[in-house]
C-alpha cells in the first residue's frame, strides 16, 4: 500500500484525504499516490495539532518531493519553535533542497526563520559564500547575505535598528561589503 499506511508508527493517525470538490471536481491535480498519502498523513497530524519527531520527518519527506509547497514549510516552522535547539540534520536538509533549486523563496524565507530563531548568526556567511561562487547571480543568496550582515541589528517586528542612535551598521562592514560585491561581480 503506502509508506505511511503500512507503518506501525502511524496506525494511530487517520488520514484527511484532498477534497478537490465532490465526486467529479472541474480541475483535480494528479498528485502521485505516494504526494498524496503522506499529505493525507499531514492534513490529519495538522488537524490533531501533533507536533512530534514523526512529523518533522513527514514535512521532510513532501518538502523532498515538493520544496515549492509553502504550508509545509510553515507547518516545520511552527513545529521548530517548540525545539530547544536546532537539530543537526536541519541545515543538511536545507542543503539538499538548495542543490535542487537554490533560488527557491520557501526555502530562503525558512532558513532566514531559523537563523533568527536558533541565533545561527556567526556560522551562515561561509555557506553563503559556497553558493555565490556557485553561481554569482543567485540573488537570493546575495539577499541572505545581506540577512546576515544587516538583519541580526534589526528588529524583526518594528523593522528599526535596535540601537538608540538608529545606527545598524558601521562604515567599515558597508566599505568591505563593496569591496566584495565588487569582487564578486568581476
Do not use: C
Request: hydrophobic share 35%; aromatic share 12%.
Amino acid at each position: 500500500m503506502g509508506k505511511y499506511s503500512d507503518s506501525g508508527e502511524w496506525t494511530d493517525v487517520v488520514p484527511i484525504p484532498q477534497n478537490d470538490g465532490g465526486p467529479n471536481p472541474l480541475a483535480a491535480i494528479a498528485y502521485t499516490e505516494e504526494y498524496s498519502e503522506a499529505m493525507e498523513y499531514l492534513r490529519a497530524v495538522m488537524a490533531d495539532n501533533e507536533k512530534s519527531e514523526r512529523v518533522l520527518e513527514l514535512t521532510e519527506h513532501i518538502i523532498s518531493m515538493n520544496p515549492a509547497h509553502y504550508t509545509v514549510w510553515h507547518h516545520r516552522q511552527t513545529l521548530m519553535t517548540h525545539l530547544t535547539s536546532l537539530p543537526s540534520t536541519e541545515l543538511p536538509f536545507l542543503a539538499r533542497m538548495f542543490a535542487k533549486d537554490a533560488k527557491n523563496y520557501h526555502v530562503w524565507s525558512y532558513r532566514q526563520w531559523l537563523v533568527r530563531h536558533f541565533s545561527l548568526w556567526d556560522t551562515e556567511l561561509p555557506y553563503i559564500e559556497t553558493l555565490l561562487t556557485a553561481d554569482v547571480r543567485n540573488n537570493s543568496a546575495w539577499n541572505h547575505r545581506w540577512f546576515v550582515l544587516f538583519g541580526q541589528h534589526v528588529d524583526p517586528k518594528s523593522g528599526k535598528g535596535m540601537d538608540e542612535v538608529g545606527n545598524i551598521v558601521d562604515e567599515d562592514l558597508i566599505d568591505r561589503e563593496v569591496e566584495y560585491t565588487k569582487a564578486k561581480i568581476r
